[in-house]
């Protein structure tokens, strides 16, 4: 805490893995002699920088940029962009340490970071994006690259984005070099099923949890927060496995539609009119929209956080808890308060951490790295097999090593000891750097 003041999501992300490892670390004593954990907390860099724009109204605007490398022992830093006012350091940092794990687990060779800008894109114009975008890559050019750094989409950038992130950097480097990005287009060398990839890929890992428990989604009731990119292809999933997805969100408020979200309004609003969830009752007068609300006091067996970090806290898993819910998938990173995570595991329900849950979108970004560096393209059908395959496959290295650890059905552990293991192996073969 002393040595990065004022950063509380980062103390947050490092305190909720560490308080983890001590089985681990009792089994490998050379974690402790070699100071992983020190070094692990520590990003091997981090860059800030100006980036100047100017309005439509000719005026100069001044945001902060951030790239941080979080750690590369097992392969380039690999994390998305965040565009979004609430943006600092503490937030960046705690992303890429988050994504050091996530990457890891996803057993693919990937290193961990995070970037982005406390520019807000709600209310801009496409003009005044695209300047934004041109002047942010005109600094982070230089920093990234197809085997050093490869950021993607968050909070805030989208397909819009990056496209013109990516048109800025080939224009300046004078390289078509399509793997220094992913969340492309698949128009001009993006993968199918990326846009779908983390919501997805958080319902695959419901199943599974709820599979190991000898049920499913199907016929579930459940509810999504946010309406983003993960929030709407998770509820696309839920539905095309059976499940009725009542309410979702935006950070204005709720639409509680008893009978079933229609999911083209949703799209419609957030990915072609750039609308607020409230509209959606214009369509559905038989919705019902709580501004200020939260999905949570909506009764559910199955509870998907996608919006953002610390919308879930302890009240609101109380209050999961009494309504029945079985299963809570996380497609948000950190989205539950520590506080909240403890009645989780206190109870009976299936919990399942960020890190492994959404990881789907990172791994199917990495399955992008590789159509791209082999200048080829993969069906959809086969892009999801795959996406599918690595869901399956994380749920279960989770559920081993808890297992293995003493501490079975307790995802928690087992993502952070599975991740860390990998992470730390590869920094022990290196040597001290
Ligand atoms: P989007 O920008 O597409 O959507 C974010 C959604 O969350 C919007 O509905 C937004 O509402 C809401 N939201 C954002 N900030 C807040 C806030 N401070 N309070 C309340 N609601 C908020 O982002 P994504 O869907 O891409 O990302 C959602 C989450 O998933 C993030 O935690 C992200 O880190 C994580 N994630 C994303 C991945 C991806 O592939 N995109 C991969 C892995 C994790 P509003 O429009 O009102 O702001």
Known sequence: VQRNPGESEFHQAVKEVIDTLGPALRHHPEYADQKIIARICEPERQIIFRVPWQDDRGEVQINRGFRVGF??????????????????????????????????????????????????????????VMRFCQSFMTELYRHIGDITDVPAGDIGVGGREIGYLFGQYKRITNRYESGVLTGKSPKWGGALVRREATGYGTVYFA???????????????????????????????????????????????????????????????????????????DEHPGAQYIEGGQVWDIPCQVALPCATQNELDAEAARTLVANGCIAVAEGANMPTTPGGVKIFLESNLAYGPGKAANAGGVATSALEMQQNASRDNWTFEHTEQRL??????????????????????????????????????????????
């Open 207 to 281: 199943e599974e949890m709820l599979k190991a428990r000898g049920d499913s989604l199907e016929g579930k009731t459940c509810v999504v927060s946010g309406s983003g990119n993960v929030a709407i292809y998770a509820i696309e999933k839920l539905q095309m496995l059976g499940a009725k997805i009542v309410a979702c969100s935006d950070s204005n408020g709720v639409i509680y539609h008893a009978s079933g979200i229609h999911l083209d309004t949703v799209k419609q609003l957030k990915e072609v009119q750039r609308r607020r969830i409230r509209n959606y009752i």
């Open 71 to 128: 750690n590369s022992a097992l392969g380039p830093y690999k994390g998305g962009l965040r565009f979004h006012p609430s943006v600092y350091l503490g937030i960046i940092k705690f992303l890429g340490f988050e994504q050091v794990f996530k990457n890891a687990i996803t057993g693919m060779p990937l290193g961990g970071g995070k970037g982005g800008s406390d520019f807000d894109p709600k209310g801009k114009s496409d003009a005044e």
């Open 388 to 433: 599918h395959e690595i869901m399956t496959g994380i749920h279960q290295d989770c559920y081993e090593t808890a297992a293995e650890f003493g501490s079975p059905g307790n995802y928690v552990i087992g993502a952070n000891i599975a991740a860390f293991r990998h992470v730390a192996e590869a920094m022990l073969a290196f040597g001290v750097i």
